[in-house]
């Protein structure tokens, strides 16, 4: 056991594996400082305000002191580069990169070698440049879990039922308490359509919600007829059924789907 060295009777903590000499706050606690002393060190502890007051009162639109410049023209920029090369950054700091840049575009977006220097420059780095297998199988799995992301987050939203269209007519119903019932999630067929909304009264009443693309012939080239806004029509009242169609945009307005359905 290792006791602080100001006299305090204290234990010192161990520090990577080395014992401290003394117990935080205790360092200078036997020391007297001349008053010249003092005021050095009052002035460093206001240093950190007087920087944040000087960086306040900068003019705006200041242009960095590195614009322009590269390490094979500035030996300040290149002794920069040659310090982070090899660097390793903790978990927390590379999350808290990340966070800082996300939503910002790369400066390099748009641009081709024949448009920007540093491009093609850059370019030229990599040209002939030969990665190691491990640098190649990290890149190739990378590219692979992008693209099963991507996929997977396509054929979620296909797939996501019910739609945002289809939400706000329920969210109409339970409010008035209407008497119809979501079945738009494959549940209930009358040939080969599944309509979104039954009348759950004994009536035979479907609704529909569709989409101002997807059910537009005009849009949608080569759509089944069935899923056409005539189609559906005519396929449900073959069996007897009603069906009142609302598009996508006109769910947004409550009182005109009030009115389609005769709620007064």
């Known amino acids: 056991m290792r006791l602080c060295e100001c006299g305090c009777g204290q234990e010192v903590t161990v520090y990577k594996g080395v014992p401290k000499r003394f117990v935080n706050g205790h360092t200078f606690r036997n020391e007297h400082h001349s008053k010249e002393s003092k005021k050095k060190m009052r002035g460093c502890a206001l240093q950190p305000r007087r920087i944040r007051i000087a960086l306040q009162n900068l003019p705006r639109g200041m242009t960095a002191w590195n614009k322009g410049l590269t390490k094979e023209t500035d030996e ?15 978990e927390n700091h590379r999350r808290n990169l990340s966070k800082a840049m996300k939503g910002r575009s790369s400066w390099r977006k748009g641009l081709t070698k024949e448009m920007d220097e540093r491009v093609r420059r850059g370019s030229e780095k990599l040209k002939g440049r030969i990665f190691t297998k491990e640098h190649r199988r990290s890149i190739s799995e990378a590219k692979k879990r992008s693209s ?61 919600v569709f989409s101002s693309y997807y059910h537009n012939p005009l849009k949608n080239i080569g759509l089944e007829y069935h899923r056409t806004y005539q189609g559906r029509i005519e396929i449900l009242k073959k069996y007897g059924w009603k069906c009142i169609i609302f598009w996508d945009y006109e769910v947004d307005d409550e009182k005109l789907v009030l009115e389609r359905l005769g709620v007064k």
């Open 76 to 90: 300040r920029v290149m002794k920069y580069g040659r310090s982070l090369k090899g660097r390793v950054f903790s």
């Open 148 to 208: 099963q992301n991507h996929l997977q987050n396509i054929i979620e939203n296909m797939n996501a039922k019910p739609t945002k269209a289809e939400q706000r007519l329920i969210d109409i119903i339970q409010k008035h308490g209407l008497p119809y019932k979501y079945v738009g999630d494959y549940k209930f067929w009358i040939e080969n359509v599944n309509p979104d909304f039954v009348e759950c009264n004994g009536k035979k009443v479907a609704l529909e």
